[in-house]
């Protein structure tokens, strides 16, 4: 199921995966430490992918979701609130 916005969201996160180079952000210091792994597997699965960005990052979502036993709102809430302070939104 997609996340309502997540097709808005989708050309942010493009954007996002191309500039963010390491994982030192405000937003990302601010997780859990569940989070922060959940979010550099999301990272991990992404680049590895050779899907469209929206396909390669909801399959992202569900696995590293399923895996790491988290919500799925709680991941797309990462990327919108570091998308967001990424562009300045």
């Known amino acids: 199921m997609m996340y309502q916005g ?7 996160i493009s954007n996002l995966f191309k500039e963010i180079n390491s994982l ?5 210091k601010n997780l859990s430490p569940i989070m922060k792994e959940a979010v550099r597997d999301l990272f991990k699965l992404i680049e590895k992918s050779q899907e469209n ?7 992202a979502i569900n696995k590293v979701s399923d895996f790491h036993n ?18 300045g939104d």
């Open 24 to 28: 030192d952000t405000e937003t990302y």
């Open 53 to 59: 960005i929206v396909d390669k990052f909801e399959n």
């Open 6 to 12: 997540t097709k808005a969201v989708s050309n942010k």
């Open 70 to 87: 988290i919500n799925k709102k709680e991941l797309y809430q990462y990327i919108e609130n570091e998308t967001n302070n990424q562009i």
